[in-house]
């Protein structure tokens, strides 16, 4: 696609559900990455995933956060039993490789009620 | 380990003055280091990036950044800022792929 794109863009679950956010990337980029915003805040890494390696999770909160890859194309992002400190924006990307910029999607609003 | 730092949570101008947005980092190896902006309920917008080469470097609405390796800094200016410039802004490194963020700088013009 043109660009990297996220659904839905708006989520408000109820505290204890589970939700799946989903990340399609830029054909052909290798690497794709997971971030977390709270309001007015900054850039909270979360994972990244690159070509076949294994992921780097360093980042999640919490064992109630994973995140799949399906080969170099979509990704999806769970949280189980959410809380409402989980509320935020959830911001995807990708890059053709290391030293390419990343480009953004326009992200996830998620609102634990 | 990799961090970006952003010594400055807000930085005020008039319209017409020079705009700097200071960042730091800290990496093992050569950094790729990156700026990003973000609108009011935008997305992140890539202005520019550093990679090898000149350490000006010069990136989209009129902005460039100076890589100074001794002070591992990567500092945001522009000449002549805007009230369209008003907005927040991210400093990147990226090492080994993982890509991380400083705290960001929300910048404000005047008219």
């Known amino acids: 696609g043109a660009g990297v794109s996220q659904s839905p863009s708006n989520k408000v679950t109820e505290k204890g559900k589970d939700v799946e956010l989903r990340c399609d990337p830029i054909s052909g980029h290798t690497a794709l990455y997971w971030y977390r915003q709270r309001l007015g805040q900054g850039l909270e890494f979360l994972i990244y995933?690159?070509?076949?390696?294994?992921?780097?999770k360093s980042g999640l909160p919490s064992d109630r956060f994973s995140a799949e890859r399906t080969g170099e194309s979509v990704s999806t992002l769970t949280i189980q039993r959410t809380q409402q400190e989980d509320s935020a924006v959830y911001l995807c990307?990708?890059?053709?490789?290391?030293?390419?910029?990343?480009?953004f999607g326009q992200g996830t609003r998620l609102t634990v009620v | 380990a990799q961090s970006v730092a952003q010594p400055e949570d807000q930085v005020n101008v008039a319209e017409g003055n020079p705009l700097t947005v200071k960042c730091t980092y800290s990496v093992s190896g050569n950094p790729y280091l990156f700026w990003y902006v973000q609108y009011p309920n935008r997305g992140l917008q890539f202005l520019l990036k550093?990679?090898?080469?000149?350490?000006l470097v010069k990136g989209s609405y009129g902005f460039e950044a100076e890589f100074n390796k001794s002070q591992t800094s990567f500092h945001l200016k522009k000449p002549s800022a805007l009230v369209s410039d008003s907005a927040l802004y991210f400093c990147?490194?990226?090492?080994?792929?993982?890509?991380?963020f400083g705290a960001g700088t929300t910048v404000t013009v005047r008219a």
């Open positions: 990147a490194v990226n090492n080994d792929y993982k890509l991380s």
């Open positions: 550093y990679i090898t080469g000149d350490n």
């Open positions: 990307a990708s890059k053709l490789q290391e030293n390419t910029e990343a480009f």
């Open positions: 995933f690159q070509g076949n390696s294994a992921p780097d």
